[in-house]
């Protein structure tokens, strides 16, 4: 198969999922449980690759991911809400001090720049550190993040431990799609130029990258940077998505949550990464949600299930995965067209150039 | 005197109580092949990792190209340990961190195959052309740099079908037999165009006649690259086939040095290898 052909497969496809997303808003009614489970997904999908970015592709143990993603939901809230309403959200401190409120695109992208400028400074101390010490040392952090957000004294900034809301959002599940989409895109086409290469290397055998002329610390750095980014993006989508915000929801458990995701999906597959934060959002948000309420069939009330016990069914589910399938769902391959093609008409994949089409 | 490539000056690396390299003095001229030997633990690898940025020396310094790359002077904790002579000759740190000394020219291999595991051969190659972009993270990101993508990867080829790999580019890099991953890593070494290879006992764990083919493989490149080779082996055969000189290390001190004939009738040097199989 060409690759031209394959491209435009892979842009047919995700035409074809634009449509179909497209007609079922019109079909469906926006409170369904679907739109619910779409949006959420998406905007966990990218989290979730930038997670796997530095966990999967760099080789760096990070658990700060919900600290980037409250530093990109609080910009994005903090400098969309009109100025009109901002007496409101801000009642306990006079209106708040910042006064303007620019476009959601922009404060996204901002959002994303923030939360890409706390990473490089975190990251001067930390990156020095490896493996679990790194992963502790940036769970911290993302506690300490979580706590300064929530001072009283930053309060004309962030309204404190109070709720912001009434800031502006988009409602269509395409939003989602697109931007979420177009990140994991730029991701993706990271993972594969040159630094994505160099990245690999790092993973793989620091000494002999280091051997191999690639700047350790540098590019530990870029690879940090790069992924707050995209986390603080996906931390304003899903304030735009929640409607208010608040900095006690970006507790690690969320952080967790990710890990998980990146876990299931197969550390170092992007698109496991996608499909495994489908999956999860489903199961958690909707097919598992009967778990949580009492049920009674024919006066028995069924054993067990009540408030909670979802999360001990997903904690047995996570300690199957660990110890049978640590591969995840795709391991380190990709899905992508030409891997189907090849599937289909039996031919041998020996190219084994990581290629994807989402 | 631009003549030697390499020059390792009053070098001294101590690990707290243990001197693994004491006064150590080499020179290495361009064009040559010269051995570092000597018995297991005698300093060998820690004098290549002094001269490759992995540990900042306790004194001394090393020289470049007639360049200093690497200097130290022993200071705070390591002014009281240091009992060397020398001491107030070097005053100066100059640390640079190993891919800065790739930079300069000087590439190596390592004694326990380091191989990038879940690359192909091919991407293996490709990653020495890292250092030479010129693109940035956006250009590289947003795939502008197509000019030069293509060139790393023709390089890449070129070097591959130079070394007669070129049948396994796109095999896993370690599903190949063991003597190709040697092979496999002197050309990623050869890949970040040096002048100066280090090789860290290329031959270790080889049978005969991968041993053989390896010796002539080493005289190639360093014809066909222009290359001065500076290597630890413990293959006697080996070393005196293609040395043009020898120097012998033994407890981090040089015992003896000179052409293979000259090393090979030395006293000291058969005193140091008496009830040590010098076959591993």
């Keep these: ?358 | 005197m631009s003549e030697n490539v390499l020059k390792v000056e009053h070098v001294t690396m101590q690990f707290g109580g243990v001197v693994a390299v004491d006064n150590l003095n080499l020179e290495v001229n361009k064009g040559e092949i010269v051995s570092l030997i000597g018995p297991n633990g005698a300093g060998k690898t820690t004098a290549f990792n002094v001269i490759t940025g992995v540990y900042p020396p306790t004194n001394g310094a090393v020289y470049f190209q007639g360049r200093k790359i690497v200097e130290n002077h022993p200071q705070g904790k390591m002014r009281r340990q240091y009992l060397g002579e020398n001491e107030g000759k070097y005053d100066h740190v100059i640390a640079p961190t190993p891919d800065r000394i790739t930079k300069l020219g000087i590439a190596r291999t390592f004694q326990n195959i380091r191989l990038f595991k879940s690359q192909t051969v091919f991407e293996n190659i490709l990653i020495a052309e890292h250092m030479r972009r010129t693109s940035n993270l956006f250009t590289a990101t947003l795939h502008l740099n197509g000019t030069e993508e293509r060139n790393m990867r023709e390089e890449a080829d070129r070097l591959l079908h130079i070394l007669e790999l070129d049948d396994v580019r796109n095999e896993m890099a370690t599903s190949l037999p063991y003597g190709k991953q040697r092979r496999l890593e002197i050309a990623r070494a050869l890949a970040t165009k040096p002048s100066l290879l280090l090789l860290d006992e290329p031959a270790a764990g080889m049978n005969p006649q991968e041993t053989d083919e390896l010796t002539a493989f080493i005289g190639r490149i360093r014809d066909d690259f222009h290359l001065t080779i500076f290597m630890i082996e413990h293959h006697m055969d080996l070393v005196m086939e293609i040395s043009d000189r020898i120097y012998v290390l033994d407890f981090g001190k040089l015992i003896s040095q000179g052409t293979p004939d000259v090393v090979q009738s030395d006293p000291r040097v058969i005193s140091a290898y008496l009830g040590v199989q010098e076959d591993e």
């Excluded at chain 1, 930038?50 to 999967?56: E, F, H, K, R, T």
């Excluded at chain 1, 101390?125 to 300064?148: H, M, Q, W």
């Excluded at chain 1, 930053?154 to 912001?164: D, K, V």
């Excluded at chain 1, 599940?173 to 989409?181: D, K, M, Q, R, S």
């Design chain 1, 1 to 358: 198969m060409k690759k031209q052909t394959e491209a435009i497969i892979s842009v047919a496809l995700i035409a074809a999922l634009l449509a179909v997303l497209f007609i079922l808003e019109r079909t469906i009614p926006s409170t369904s449980m679907l739109f619910t489970v779409l949006k959420k997904g998406a905007i966990y999908a990218l989290v979730a690759v930038s997670m796997n970015l530095l966990n999967g592709f760099t080789g760096l143990f990070s658990l700060g991911q919900a600290g980037f993603m409250l530093v990109g939901a609080y910009t994005y809230g903090v400098l969309t809400i009109p100025v009109d309403q901002r007496p409101n959200v801000y009642m306990y401190y006079d209106g708040g001090m910042i006064q303007f409120a620019l476009h959601p695109i922009a404060a996204i992208i901002i959002a994303g720049i923030i939360a890409g400028i706390f990473a490089y400074l975190i990251g001067l101390p930390v990156l020095r550190l490896k493996s679990d010490y790194l992963a502790i040392a940036t769970l911290g952090f993302a506690e300490i993040i979580r706590a300064v957000f929530q001072w009283d004294k930053l309060g004309p900034l962030t309204n404190g431990s109070n709720l912001l809301r009434n800031y502006p959002s988009y409602k269509s599940v395409l939003f989602y799609f697109i931007a979420a989409g177009v990140c994991i895109a730029l991701i993706v086409m990271l993972i594969n130029s040159t630094y994505g290469r160099a990245f690999k290397a790092i993973r793989d055998d620091e000494v002999a990258a280091e051997a191999m002329g690639i700047n350790l610390a540098h590019h530990k750095r870029i690879a940090f940077v790069v992924s707050s980014f995209f986390a603080g993006i996906s931390g304003a989508l899903l304030a735009m998505y929640q409607t208010s915000i608040q900095a006690s929801m970006f507790k690690s458990a969320m952080t967790y949550e990710i890990l998980l995701i990146v876990v299931i999906g197969g550390i170092g597959s992007i698109t496991g990464s996608c499909i495994s934060s489908f999956l999860f959002i489903i199961l958690s948000e909707w097919l598992l949600r009967f778990l949580d309420s009492e049920l009674v069939i024919g006066g028995f009330k069924v054993p067990l299930l009540r408030s909670g016990f979802r999360k001990v069914v997903f904690s047995i589910i996570i300690m199957i995965i660990v110890l049978f399938f640590r591969q995840g769902i795709m391991g380190t391959k990709e899905f992508s067209v030409r891997r189907i093609f090849n599937r289909i008409t039996g031919r041998s994949r020996k190219s084994s150039e990581g290629r994807n089409g989402r």
